[in-house]
């Protein structure tokens, strides 16, 4: 009884250094067609979650290739003085969390789609600092707007 | 469909999610064959609401670390119904139903007097039944680390109390009159109980917790005959029904965690249920 | 010198008073049997030996080198314990429990302990078996078993023979005579007056809120015949 037990101790012991090691290999293979994180291909759940996780640790996504869908939002930032492009990706559960994305090749506040469309877009993640403030953004080369 | 698995566990928080959700149902279901047999069944549910009160009066008054101010207070309630035993006024399961439907009550006046949020039907919802909290462990590995530690202690705890927990529970008159400090394993058990729940509310939800501790145990006395194989088989069913639900509620949509989980060990328990049938004939 | 004496004890719940003035001697080797109306005190006395239960007034002195901890139990059986799932050894083994004090584990001794108590109590087939399969008296073999692992010297019984057809109830009383026999001191509870008249050594009748009659059987037999 006691060697079961033993041995369900280790099996955990070796789950948790399993975890713990994990800390700096984040997604790293690429997906398909260089998309490293396709929101749309996850379950509702995984979405959010994933969302989360991209908001909360920025810096494990810089650079990569991320892929998503939901509504565009225009959200104004008052602490920067402007409106942040945002897309809202569609997710179970309340609190629905923006990323804001960025046009690439100067583009102009009419090349964004109208406020409330369902888009998809598809671009590199990165972070940039405005007025003190450290912002996370996709940088995206076009935006398909969903009818 | 696996190899949306491997990609999905590719994300930290996945792996974390998995761990913490297999290692929350392997401390409570050790503990949860005791309190079965105690006949203390709702515990889980009656010392989740405590958990959910203490967290709205904790939001009431501006604590930012719930987990410090609501620890406390159920480890308190713990001790005050699991150890007044015979002689409480107020028999087991009555104080039990006091306490689980007064906090309860409580908990969701304050959180309606002093609104933490815009959602508040969003935020009391979370808190009963569990919500994505268990898919964003990336932002507190603290708690992930908190689960490894407690879940070595309660094994080791376990291991090495096992004989003592098996006279308390199967006669606890006997024990005390051979000389046993049933007292102190009974205080031990409330509050190794009370922090489990603490933590497991957090990830599964207030009114879920009571399936991962009553579940396992019940199911694996449907097949086994001495408290050493119901003990294990609890644990191991605990612990695969456990990670069967996280695999089956990340894959799909509109699969809540914690209900998923409960499902999961549902079917366990009539699974196990038929082969007894079976094998009695 | 005695091994067992109780002196003006006085017994009750929450300031009612069941019995007092409680005073007998058991000593080694006696077999003890303590009768009485439901309600007399009866169990209650027998959990105050076992320091289950603080008396109001009084005092237990144990001597002849009997330790607190030494006296085994036989108690009436709980709900709780006739559905529940463990062998008839793991039940056994937990009367060892006692001598085993910060060990974690049982040591050779004990378990050889545990081997002797089944095989006196006529229970050693059943060892593997679910204590919630057996039959009533198997049960209670079981539990005797185990009271005998907590200690060979002295054993309290309350109504061992309950819920037992008459024909498992004279097997428990036969068994707890050999142990008797064997040297064990005996202090019982039970409503068979039969059963008493037969192996008992001494008598204690408690009623009225006080002892009714203390003395050996000899004694008992010339009263009420």
């Known amino acids: 009884m006691k060697k079961t037990l033993l041995v369900i101790l280790l099996l955990f012991l070796t789950l948790a250094l399993f975890a713990g090691c994990s800390e700096n290999d984040r997604a790293e293979n690429p997906g398909q067609g260089g998309i490293d994180v396709d929101l749309t291909a996850f379950s509702a759940s995984m979405i959010y979650a994933t969302v989360i996780d991209i908001l909360s640790n920025p810096e494990d996504y810089t650079g990569k290739t991320i892929k998503a869908a939901g509504i565009y939002e225009p959200i104004y930032f008052e602490g920067i003085g402007r409106f942040r492009h945002s897309i809202i990706v569609e997710a179970p559960g ?43 953004y996709l940088t995206v080369d076009d935006v398909l707007v969903i009818e | 469909m696996i190899d949306r698995l491997i990609m999905y566990f590719e994300f930290p928080f996945v792996r974390y999610a998995m761990l913490v959700g297999i290692l929350i149902a392997f401390c409570s279901s050790l503990l949860g064959v005791t309190l079965v047999l105690k006949r203390f069944s709702f515990i ?33 309630s713990a001790v005050l119904l699991l150890c007044s035993g015979k002689n409480a006024k107020i028999k087991g399961d009555a104080s039990l139903a006091m306490i689980s439907v007064g906090s309860l009550a409580i908990g969701y006046l304050l959180m309606n007097v002093f609104p933490q949020s815009s959602n508040l039907a969003g935020d009391v919802c979370t808190t009963l039944f569990g919500s994505t909290a268990i898919l964003t462990l990336g932002q507190r590995t603290w708690m992930v680390w908190l689960c490894v530690g407690l879940s070595v202690l309660v094994a080791v705890l376990f291991l090495l109390f096992y004989h003592k927990i098996f006279a308390i529970t199967f006669d606890e008159d006997f024990a005390v009159a051979t000389g046993i400090k049933a007292k102190a394993y009974n205080l031990l058990l409330a509050v190794v109980v009370a922090v489990i729940i603490a933590l497991a509310m957090n990830l599964v ?48 949509d509109n699969l809540p965690v914690g209900s998923t989980i409960v499902a999961v060990n549902i079917a366990g328990f009539g699974i196990f249920s038929l082969i007894g049938v079976i094998l009695r004939r | 010198m005695a091994q067992l004496t109780c002196q003006n004890l006085t017994l009750g719940y929450e300031g009612k008073m069941i019995v007092s003035d409680l005073t007998f001697t058991v000593n080694a080797g006696d077999y003890l049997c303590i009768i009485g109306e439901n309600g007399s005190g009866k169990s209650t006395l027998m959990r105050t030996i076992l320091n289950l239960k603080a008396p109001m007034s009084g005092k237990i002195v144990t001597g002849d080198g009997l330790l607190p901890n030494e006296i085994g139990y036989l108690p009436q059986q709980t709900v709780v314990q006739k559905d529940f799932p463990a062998s008839v050894r793991e039940v056994v083994r937990s009367g060892c429990l006692n001598r085993c004090g910060l060990r974690p584990y049982f040591n050779k001794k004990q378990k050889q302990l545990v081997e002797e108590s089944m095989e006196k109590l006529g229970i050693t087939n059943l060892a593997k078996r679910c204590y919630r399969e057996l039959s009533g008296g198997q049960q209670q073999r079981s539990l005797l078993a185990r009271a005998l692992c907590a200690t060979g010297k002295i054993l309290l019984l309350d109504e061992p023979a309950a819920g037992l057809d008459p024909m498992a109830s004279a097997e428990m009383y036969a068994l707890i005579a050999g142990l008797n026999a064997d040297g064990t001191t005996i202090i019982m509870i039970s409503h068979d007056l039969e059963a008493s008249r037969q192996y008992a050594s001494h008598v204690l009748q408690i009623g009225n809120g006080g002892v009714l009659f203390f003395g050996t059987m000899a004694d008992w037999r010339e009263r009420n015949d």
């Open chain 2, 44 to 76: 889980g549910n009656g010392l989740s609401n405590v958990a959910f009160c203490a967290t709205a009066v904790g939001a009431a008054i501006g604590f930012n670390n719930n987990i410090l101010f609501v620890l406390p207070i159920t480890i308190v």
């Open chain 2, 205 to 252: 939800g207030a009114l879920l917790v009571s399936a991962l501790v009553v579940f396992p145990a019940l199911t694996a006395m449907r097949l086994f005959k001495s408290f050493k194989s119901v003990t294990i088989c609890s644990v191991i069913v605990s612990v695969v029904c456990a990670a069967f639900g996280i695999l089956v509620s990340i894959l799909f």
């Open chain 1, 94 to 136: 309340c609190c629905p969390h923006p990323i804001e994305f960025k046009l690439s090749g100067g583009a102009q506040l009419g090349d964004y789609p109208s406020a409330g469309a369902s888009i998809k877009i598809e671009g590199v993640f990165g972070i940039g600092e405005e007025a003190g403030f450290i912002l996370p």
